[in-house]
């Protein structure tokens, strides 16, 4: 069932709202501080250019290290970016993974120390049926039956 799966990622309007208003949210709160012009300006203006970079990064995929599929073959995961560099992955159990939104932290195997996030929402999915498939494969798939407690 889960042999081949292939997550192929599209910009989304909706994940760069959910990036903006956090970051819209502390610059109106930064701004109704009484403190310096130029520190709350600085502050607003360095909240802005983070929320840029992060929109850029997982709502448009227009940076070259933005993940633009994931792939799942015989229990293999590997993730691709801009370039279509291949990178074999392994996906960690602090994940967060419900129907609506994803968060999933990778740890790349060629290096251990190198970590990936990537975020998922049904609307940046060209294919909802095998983001349904992942996201069962992600919860269930990597367990096996003797790691299974039955109540």
Avoid at 14 to 39: D, E, H, K, Q, W
Avoid at 55 to 70: E, G
Avoid at 108 to 123: F, M, Q, S
Wanted: proline letters at 3%; one cysteine or more.
């Amino acid at each position: 069932m889960f042999d081949q799966i292939t997550l192929e990622l599209k910009p989304s309007a909706y994940l760069s709202a959910f990036i903006v208003l956090p970051c819209v949210a502390a610059i109106l709160l930064v701004g109704t501080r009484n403190t310096p012009v130029t520190f709350s300006l600085g502050l607003s203006l360095a909240i802005l250019g983070g929320s840029a970079y992060y929109i850029r990064l997982y709502a448009l995929l227009n940076l070259k290290q933005s993940i633009h599929s994931i792939k799942l073959y015989q229990k293999t995961l590997t993730i691709f970016d801009s370039n279509q560099h291949a990178s074999i992955v392994t996906l960690h159990k602090n994940s967060f993974i419900s129907p609506w939104f994803c968060i999933l932290n990778f740890s790349i195997t060629e290096d251990k120390t190198k970590a990936c996030i990537v975020l998922l929402c049904k609307h940046n999915i060209r294919d909802q049926d095998s983001f349904r498939r992942f996201r069962v494969w992600s919860k269930y798939g990597e367990t096996s039956p003797q790691e299974i407690e039955l109540f």
